[in-house]
């Protein structure tokens, strides 16, 4: 295969892996051009008329890698995404890992002629929520299918590619990269002064203490423990004057976020001539993406002119998409972001600000892991452009111990542990195709590779009373599933609840109002801080006693199985999915719920995602599949159609 460039070392080791047919695992820092190895074997199978099939954790990744590659290589890419369907007989898919997954379980045979599988991101294994996904969907992995694994930087890559090894009955060779090819710089901003080493924050910063908060939490702090808050101001001067622009600013929560931003933007980064250039660019995109009459994109436009912007989930997915072509294209100087920012998505910056080494996990405010540090800060130092890149940590001695510190960004990444949690949905697929030898599946799975014998029977009894639970609702018997059984096994995370719904002849009974509210109730999960809806529909409260009947009778079921409750719906969206059905603007649908707009278009998402489901499940009634359609038809427009958003991407 050609090319205009020389790999380094770890690329050339990995290619030439590939070259013998070998599977490959490749642990490399970010920036160090993992995604090169990627390519490689895309363009290689493309040569050979082979398909290929690249997965990714998260869509906004996924539709990145399709515009990418669709530059390069045309009809040639697909993507399957759930909500988004463009070329799905192309050689070259790129797909979520829940939708690889998903296809494998309902027993899709498409995949066994394909050449490689691309696992982007691979330490997702690590995720507690999704990491099952990542797991299920390498074990049911067809053999025929060789692996490239790509992953951060993670302590026991051998022990994942020995776990891989067994499970795939062929080799796989790890490739460990640890060197930056832009080394980072690391300052510390902590008591309103930038120290240079870990050595002057513990001397200077930390008055030589390790920790400054008293071993007694009810004692006040002593008077020597006088602590001088870190000015933003200060660190803006810093990076100016130091010449460290472009910078990522990561701070935890949307509201922080935007505040950090307004702040930042009362500094001017650019001069007129760019910020002409910038409001022009950034005018021209939000007419291209029909953000002319969006607040929020009105609010970011007074931040833009200075070159300062922000980009959370919150915010319409155009609405980040015009901030992340503006930020590639150098035009913003400082973009203040959430975490998942850092997340494969390929924005380098010349510097990096982590707001707090603190954030709130589960309830609780904990030290951010190595692994998240590394995430984060290796978005520091663009490749061919800068000789370092350089990070920035605000160290507040009262939150963080020193210890802390240094273990945050010294420390050993976090060993990559299984997260298995098999759904009532992957129970049902596995145990129609494999019978009782369900129990060789999970014999395959990394929890079983990592975990003891008692911790082996604990993950099999769970399993065992998931089933039973499901024959005593009569989703399965020894014969093997039940029409509610087929019908509940199409549906993921929301499985038992539809069950009971269709059983009782209800879904085909609602309007296509009715189903998009129930549906949508099902996948939103709201924050602490969203109130309930003072307002809501007709049709709210007879799902909502439905609902209740339903959610009592499942979780009496599980009570007495000893299983985690299955979540009741949450209809706080309601009055916003009728307005968006009636045809009303989506400006008008926030003050009716008290969301932010990208949480709105989240949801409609994942609801449009489950009515695409109920429209292929095989047996599902006639007349279910003809609201659903009907529903799809009138959720699935505008801002919420995520196909017709990355077609506007193409065309930019």
């Known amino acids: 295969m050609k090319r205009s460039f020389s790999y380094d070392k770890f690329q050339s080791e990995a290619i030439a892996s590939i070259d013998e047919g070998i599977s490959v695992l490749v642990a490399a820092p970010t920036g160090a051009g993992k995604t090169a190895i990627a390519e490689y074997v895309i363009g290689q199978a493309l040569e050979k008329n082979q398909s290929i099939i690249y997965t990714a954790p998260v869509k906004a ?45 309902e027993g899709d045979r498409r995949f066994a002629a394909t050449a490689w599988i691309i696992f982007d991101e691979v330490h997702y294994l690590d995720d507690p929520q ?37 499970v795939h009955e062929r080799p796989i060779r790890v490739i460990r990269e640890n060197h930056r090819p832009v080394p980072l710089q690391i300052s510390f901003q902590c008591q309103n002064q930038i120290f240079k080493s870990l050595e002057t924050l513990k001397s200077q910063g930390y008055l030589g203490r390790p920790l400054w908060r008293s071993p007694d939490r009810h004692r006040r702090h002593q008077s020597w423990l006088e602590n001088r808050p870190n000015r933003i101001d200060r ?27 307004l ?22 995109l939000c007419k291209h993406f029909h ?3 969006d607040k929020t994109a009105a609010d970011l436009r007074g931040m833009v002119k200075n070159g300062v912007a922000y980009h959370h989930a919150g915010i319409l997915p155009t609405l980040k998409e015009v901030i992340e072509q503006l930020f590639t294209s150098r035009l913003i100087k400082v973009i203040v972001t959430t975490e998942t920012f850092a997340l494969g998505i390929n924005m380098p910056a010349r510097s990096v600000v982590l707001d707090t080494l603190r954030k709130r996990v589960a309830g609780r405010f904990m030290t951010i892991r ?49 997260r298995l949690n098999a759904t009532y949905a992957t129970l049902l697929n596995l145990y129609h195709h494999h019978g009782a030898r369900w129990i060789d599946i ?38 093997g599933l039940s029409s509610k059984g087929h019908f509940a096994a199409g549906l993921y995370g929301y499985e038992l609840m539809l069950g009971e719904f269709y059983a009782q002849g209800v879904l085909d009974k609602l309007n296509p109002e009715e189903l998009a509210i129930l549906l949508c109730g099902l996948v939103f999960e709201p924050r602490p801080s969203i109130p309930p809806p003072q307002h809501l529909p007709k049709a709210v409260s007879r799902l909502t006693h439905l609902c209740n009947q339903i959610v009592r009778s499942i979780q009496k079921a599980e009570s007495r199985a000893m299983l985690p409750f299955t979540k009741p719906p949450h209809f706080q969206l309601s009055p916003a999915v009728e307005a968006w059905m009636r045809q009303a603007t989506f400006e008008k649908l926030g003050p009716l719920c008290g969301c932010d707009d990208g949480e709105i278009v989240r ?19 006639a007349a279910l599949k003809g609201v659903a359609h009907q529903a799809l038809d009138k959720i699935n427009r505008d801002v919420v159609d995520a196909e017709q958003e990355l077609r506007l991407t193409l065309e930019e």
């Open 603 to 621: 949801a409609f998402r994942m609801t449009v995602q489950i009515l695409k489901q109920l429209n292929h499940i095989k047996g599902a009634p």
């Open 130 to 166: 999704r990491g099952t996904v990542w797991e299920e969907a390498i074990v049911l992995t067809p053999l025929e299918v060789k692996i490239l694994a790509l992953s951060a930087t993670i302590s026991n890559a051998e022990q994942i590619a020995e776990w891989l090894t067994q």
């Open 442 to 479: 999970y014999q395959k799975t990394l929890h079983h590779f990592q975990s003891s014998k008692a911790h082996r029977n604990q993950a099999l009894q769970l399993m065992q009373r998931k089933l039973d639970l499901l024959k005593s609702l009569e989703y399965l018997s020894d014969a």
């Open 370 to 418: 190595s692994r998240e540090f590394t995430q984060m800060a290796g978005r520091a130092g663009r490749r061919g452009m800068d000789e370092a890149g350089f990070v920035y940590l605000r160290v507040n001695p009262l939150e963080v111990s020193h210890p802390e510190v240094v273990q945050a960004i010294q420390g050993k990444p976090e060993p990559v542990s299984s």
């Open 263 to 284: 702040e930042f933007s009362a500094t001017q980064f650019t001069a007129p001539a760019e910020s002409e250039v910038l409001l022009e660019r950034f005018d021209a």
């Open 235 to 261: 660190l803006i001067r810093q990076l100016k004057e130091q010449e460290h622009l472009p910078c990522i600013y990561f701070a935890f929560g949307r509201r922080r976020v935007e505040d950090l931003a």
């Open 61 to 105: 990744l996924s539709n990145q890698k399709y515009r990418d590659f669709y530059a390069r290589y045309g009809d040639r890419i697909g993507i399957l995404t759930g909500d988004v369907t463009l070329n799905p007989t192309a050689p070259v898919l790129i797909m979520t890992t829940e939708i690889y997954r998903n296809s494998l379980l």
């Open 291 to 293: 953000l002319t009459a």
